[in-house]
């Protein structure tokens, strides 16, 4: 179990460009989540995935944003277009099938937009 | 849907001060409750968890939290508190929609 990898750690990038992030859950994890966080406020769900399904997705995510986990392994966020409000902390979790089985969170990738 | 607040967004206290960091929790469903701790320049990671059975946990550093369910509340506590347990700690609750539901966090200092 080396645990939630996420990359990269930091991402610093101009106003206008596109960003993917990548996150590696847990193996046998098959639920992988999204969330962002911004100075002083919790993680905020974004999307979350069960095996390769997009089960749920949060209505303050933009068009801008999109999340795909093709076979059920790893996942990536891409943010197009960022715009400086989207300077936080992205957050990748996992965990197993059972609803009360906790999330493992990755360290989290820092997007900066200038 | 469900929701979580942490009342006071910093706590500062003494060494070895007891310590209490509330939670209060909105659903219309049954939930399971977690806290969780980030330490400065690190990821969350699980503190305690509520799932069922006894409504008193405790993890294996010294932090306990009770749930009750009529007051909807998931407080964390913890006796003697170490320079070490300065963090922010956050409480979360998720229903069977599979959606974790993050409070704003608390901010604990320890000071000497």
């Known amino acids: 179990d080396t645990g939630v990898s996420q990359d990269p750690r930091h991402k610093i990038t101009k106003r206008g460009q596109n960003v993917t992030f990548r996150c590696d859950p847990i193996?046998?994890?098959?639920?992988l989540y999204w969330y962002r966080q911004t100075l002083g406020q919790g993680p905020e769900f974004l999307t979350y995935?069960?095996?390769?399904?997009?089960?749920?997705k949060s209505r303050l995510l933009s068009d801008r944003f999109s999340a795909e986990r093709p076979k059920g392994s790893f996942s990536t966020l891409e943010i197009q277009r960022t715009e400086q409000g989207d300077s936080a902390m992205y957050l990748c979790?996992?965990?197993?099938?059972?609803?009360?089985?906790?999330?493992?969170f990755g360290n989290g990738t820092r997007l900066t937009v200038t | 849907a469900q929701s979580v607040t942490q009342l006071d967004s910093q706590v500062p206290v003494f060494e070895e001060a007891p310590v209490e960091l509330r939670c209060n929790y909105s659903?219309?469903?049954?939930?399971?409750l977690f806290w969780y701790v980030q330490y400065p320049n690190q990821g969350l990671q699980l503190l305690l968890k509520?799932?069922?059975?006894?409504?008193l946990v405790e993890s294996i550093n010294g932090f306990e939290a009770e749930f009750n369910k009529s007051q909807t509340s998931f407080h964390l506590r913890k006796p003697s508190v170490h320079i070490s347990d300065t963090a922010e700690y956050f409480c979360?609750?998720?229903?069977?929609?599979?959606?974790?539901?993050f409070g704003k966090g608390t901010l604990l200092t320890v000071n000497p």
């Open positions: 979790a996992s965990g197993d099938q059972g609803v009360n089985s906790p999330l493992h």
């Open positions: 659903s219309s469903v049954s939930v399971y």
């Open positions: 193996s046998e994890h098959n639920r």
């Open positions: 979360a609750v998720i229903g069977s929609n599979y959606k974790l539901t």
């Open positions: 995935f069960q095996n390769e399904a997009q089960l749920e």
């Open positions: 509520y799932l069922s059975g006894s409504t």
